[in-house]
């Protein structure tokens, strides 16, 4: 099975700032990773599909980007509502395996 | 709008099984697949598996393999998730989520039911 592994595991950023989390693939996946977001004590949320497509309704800084076995998430200016744990997904055949997540804080 | 909408918190002695279920509307209920995930206490997302709810097929994580029946019910626009032999490792969350639709492009979980807490204890 392709294993998904994230980094970090964890950050700490200031507002404002831009924040990077990758997501690599132990084999190629072309575009079929997704980027979820969640909040502490809620359901997680759809943030990107196809490694850079924004999901309706969310901000426009965030963005995703990468191909094959290299993805990553950008957060352009950090927000306080940004603090979150962020998960990607490859969802080319099962197993549809997560990443261990990246809990994203505020400095 | 689309919703999932799961049954209520669970507890379950070890040894037991566990039947979870998952009710869609607004939207073709036959027309997407639905997906399960788990998330124990403190832990990551974990993908248990998925059932076509046209056809009833179904594919489990090797993980789950044996140990978990993955159902639907068409008539009432039900999925249902029965995990058996359970321990304290399967006290979790446990979501469904709908997937690609049946016959489409690949797509990831894009609505969630709000989780079923499953607590495994003696």
């Known amino acids: 099975d392709i294993q998904m592994t994230q980094s970090p595991s964890s950050l700490s950023a200031s507002v404002g700032d831009r924040v990077t989390v990758t997501c690599r693939a132990s084999?190629?996946?072309?575009?079929?990773l997704a980027w979820y977001q969640q909040k502490p004590g809620k359901v997680p949320k759809l943030l990107i599909s196809?490694?850079?497509s924004l999901q309706s309704g969310a901000p426009s800084r965030f963005s995703g980007s990468g191909s094959g076995t290299d993805f990553t998430l950008t957060i352009t200016s950090l927000q306080p509502e940004d603090v979150a744990t962020y998960y990607c997904q490859k969802y080319d055949s099962a197993p549809r395996t997560f990443g261990q997540g990246t809990k994203v804080e505020i400095k | 709008q689309v919703q999932l909408v799961q049954s209520g918190a669970e507890v379950k002695n070890p040894g037991a099984s566990v039947k979870v279920s998952c009710k869609a509307s607004g939207y073709t209920f036959t027309g997407y697949y639905i997906h399960w995930v788990r998330q124990a206490p403190g832990q990551g997302l974990e993908w248990m598996g998925w059932?076509?709810?046209?056809?009833?097929?179904?594919k489990y994580s090797e993980t789950f393999q044996g140990r978990v029946t993955m159902t639907r019910d068409t008539s009432i626009s039900t999925v249902y998730m029965e995990l058996n032999r359970l321990t304290s490792d399967d006290t979790a969350l446990y979501f469904c989520?709908?997937?690609?639709?049946?016959?489409?492009?690949?797509?990831?979980?894009?609505?969630w039911g709000q989780g079923t807490l499953v607590t495994v204890s003696s």
């Open positions: 196809a490694a850079s």
């Open positions: 989520t709908r997937g690609s639709p049946v016959g489409g492009s690949r797509w990831p979980s894009d609505y």
């Open positions: 084999q190629g996946i072309s575009t079929y």
């Open positions: 059932t076509n709810p046209k056809s009833g097929d179904t």
